[in-house]
């Protein structure tokens, strides 16, 4: 938080907004949203827009909350904006994020073309465990039942090889 704040305050808002992408996720789960929340008003307006790392971060916030509106929003915002990028693992992930927002409002299907993976991405066993929550969520959602526990255990199963403690 000190390192983000101290980029903030250098002007440095490409390694700010990097270090917070980084470690955003990890201050939510430990710390809660309210320092994100803080730092993320610290940059300027047009960043807080436009930045696909601000985005990223303002769609995990959301979820944090279970503000589905905005987690959707935000996430189809940071995805279109990594993509823009040329950074297609980051905009794939933040489409997995955008994928849980409209699970919760029913949309399955637009929650499965978010998970596509093109081949020429790199996605780690990370990406597939959140994205394994997203089939899970559909399979309970739907009333598949017989689906429930074959899902939930390939999420498990990755989940077991992460070292992130945010998953």
């Keep these: 938080l000190r390192r983000i704040g101290f980029l903030i305050g250098a002007g440095d808002w490409s390694e700010a907004e990097e270090t917070l992408?980084?470690?955003?996720?990890?201050?939510?789960?430990?710390?809660?949203?309210?320092?994100?929340?803080?730092?993320?008003?610290?940059?300027?307006?047009?960043?807080?827009?436009?930045?696909?790392?601000?985005?990223?971060?303002?769609?995990?916030?959301?979820?944090?909350?279970?503000?589905?509106?905005?987690?959707?929003?935000?996430?189809?915002?940071?995805?279109?904006?990594?993509?823009?990028?040329?950074?297609?693992?980051?905009?794939?992930?933040?489409?997995?994020?955008?994928?849980?927002?409209?699970?919760?409002?029913?949309?399955?299907?637009?929650?499965?073309?978010?998970?596509?993976?093109d081949p020429e991405v790199e996605v780690t066993r990370d990406d597939l465990a959140l994205a394994g929550v997203v089939r899970s969520y559909i399979a309970l959602d739907s009333g598949r039942l017989d689906e429930v526990a074959p899902r939930y255990r390939e999420m498990v199963e990755l989940l077991e090889q992460s070292r992130d403690p945010v998953l």
């Design 21 to 117: 992408r980084d470690a955003g996720a990890t201050i939510i789960a430990t710390v809660g949203v309210a320092p994100v929340l803080r730092l993320l008003d610290k940059f300027p307006a047009e960043a807080q827009r436009g930045s696909a790392n601000l985005l990223y971060m303002r769609c995990l916030v959301a979820w944090s909350r279970w503000d589905w509106p905005t987690m959707r929003e935000a996430g189809a915002a940071a995805a279109a904006a990594f993509a823009r990028l040329g950074q297609a693992r980051l905009a794939w992930r933040a489409g997995v994020y955008e994928s849980i927002a409209h699970v919760t409002a029913g949309s399955h299907e637009e929650a499965l073309r978010r998970l596509v993976v």
